[in-house]
């Protein structure tokens, strides 16, 4: 039998409810962290999903990656793989599990590696080592070429047998230095500062094959990158394949994709100079053919163009002569029309007696005019002065007065108009068209 409830009993839980619990107190009690580990039991679902385990030599534990996530991801991992993941630990109810939910997954140790690189780069962007306007081009055809890179490795065949094919005649000049482990980056700049030294070549190439950002990190290292940029000539860096990035690519004044673009971009293609040299070859010879037929057209039509001089003297006596004859018979023509001018101005010609009575007889009827006009004028100017009479006499008030109309005036002088404007006993002054007299208001009365 099962002893009998109590009020301080806890609570009976479901499972679900205890695991909802537990889920909730881990993922309150541990935040988003990082977890390295070797990867195993990796599964893609359907989905997209990826379900993998994390382990180590000690433990393990169950993972997963939703395709939200994983799409972000720059690689997909396989078992065996080292890697670090950011997750939230949780646990997952339905079946009471404890497991990683992963937000990013990167390999191991590369993201300490990468954070340095950014470090790096955003340092030496800053002083300009990776400005565009410090990169120098190339020449077109180079006549010694070198080469920084391991002598063992397949970099070096990719260039030698790329500059062969492209351009046998060029010189290489190989300046040995390992491309990979402890110590690689202090002898590659050595090699860098010793071609640029040394001055033996125009262009130089720093090559290495691809790898992981491990392999590749010796052209990561600061006095690397600072050798080539303080490189005498200009520097190809072609390290790694097309997606890998270096901050020696950054500092090189071009970067290629491959160790084989290194060597096409730096030499010449003999084939594409063969073909540009005949083609000038051929314009040569076109344009110097055009010259030679236009030279000899002009030769010709200046040799028929040239006489002997007695022919030129010759022709020059017969063209003065022409212009002599013109001259002479210009004269006579000019002659005979001054001749008929002056025949037709003779006639013409009065003599000064016959002139002065002309004058004197336009000056009398002149006078005649003028007299005229003046009689005419005065006449004007009375009727207008009679008009000006009438109309002033019209205006006279005497005449007004002589009418039977008289003229009512205050003793101040000033005219009455209106008999309101008066009052009893007023003396008013009236002025008739004979005489004045004087008055006194009685009584007014309105019209």
Known sequence: MFPPDTADSPPVLTVSALNRLARRALESQLPLL????????????????WYFSLKDDQAQVRCVMFRGRNQFADFTPANGDHVEIRALPTLYEARGEFQLGAEAIRRAGAGRLYEAFLRLKAKLESEGLFDAARKRPLPRVPRT???????????????????????????????PAPVQGQGAGARLAAAIQAASARAECEVLLVVRGGGSLEDLWAFNEEFVVRAIAAASMPVVSGVGHETDFTLADFAADLRAPTPTAAAELASPLRDELLNALAAQSRRLVNAQTRRLLDASQRLDFLARRLLHPAEQLRLRQAAIGQIAGRLQRA??????????????????????????????????????????????HTTRQYLTLDRLA???????????????YSLVQRADGSVVQDAAALHTGEALDLRFHLGRARATIISTRPD
């Open 34 to 49: 990082w977890v390295e580990g070797e990867i195993s039991n990796f599964t893609r679902a359907a989905s997209g999903h």
């Open 145 to 175: 070429l070198g080469v920084v890179t391991s002598p063992q490795a397949a970099a070096l065949r990719d260039v030698l047998t790329a500059l062969a094919r492209r351009w046998p005649g060029l010189a290489v000049i190989l300046y």
């Open 331 to 376: 004269i006579v023509a000019l002659q005979q029309r001054q001749w008929l001018r002056l025949n037709g101005t003779e006639p013409r010609l009065a003599s000064p007696a016959r002139l002065l009575q002309t004058h004197r007889q336009g000056l009398l009827a002149l006078a005649e005019r003028l007299s005229r006009a003046r009689s005419a």
């Open 390 to 404: 009438a109309s002033l006499a019209h205006l006279d008030p005497q005449r007004v007065l002589a009418r039977g």
